[in-house]
């Protein structure tokens, strides 16, 4: 595991949360805005700190899992994701080791690089998400924004 690259925030509506943590904290979101990825059922927006990354997501779908944490929980941290340097090697070892991974996927969301995402239900992981991403592919100018 190489470093945490964001946190994601579950939020109702991503327009408001945006403003708020822009106006709190002074942020400036990632350069796409906010983004629509409609396969997936949800609104996402980064908003670069330092060397990480706040990622607000609200979902579209009322079925996904962001939907029913909202339901079940309400608004707050949904996940972690930690940058791996060896994908699938992690991913194999943590199967090896008894915890469950509920999705493997592969993406095109950041600037049409795939990103390889893997994701550990919280019931394993002390009830927050835990994602798993392979930056590889992504060039270093990239990765923060």
Known sequence: MKRMDHVGIAVNNIED????????LNL???DRGIVEIADKGLK????????????????????NREARFLRERGEGLFHITI???????DVKT???KGF??????TTGLFHGY???L??????????????????ASVPASLKRH
Do not use: S
């Open 28 to 30: 400036t979101p990632w």
């Open 94 to 96: 943590l199967k090896e």
């Open 100 to 105: 469950a991974v509920e999705e493997e996927v």
């Open 17 to 24: 949360a945006l403003k708020l943590y822009v106006d709190m």
């Open 44 to 63: 996402v927006v980064l908003l670069p700190i330092g060397e990480n990354n706040i990622e607000l997501l609200q979902p579209t779908n009322p079925e």
């Open 83 to 89: 940058e791996t340097d060896n994908f699938d090697t």
């Open 118 to 135: 893997a994701w550990l239900p919280p019931e394993d992981t002390q009830g927050v998400w835990i994602e798993l991403v392979d930056l």
């Open 114 to 116: 795939m990103l390889r």
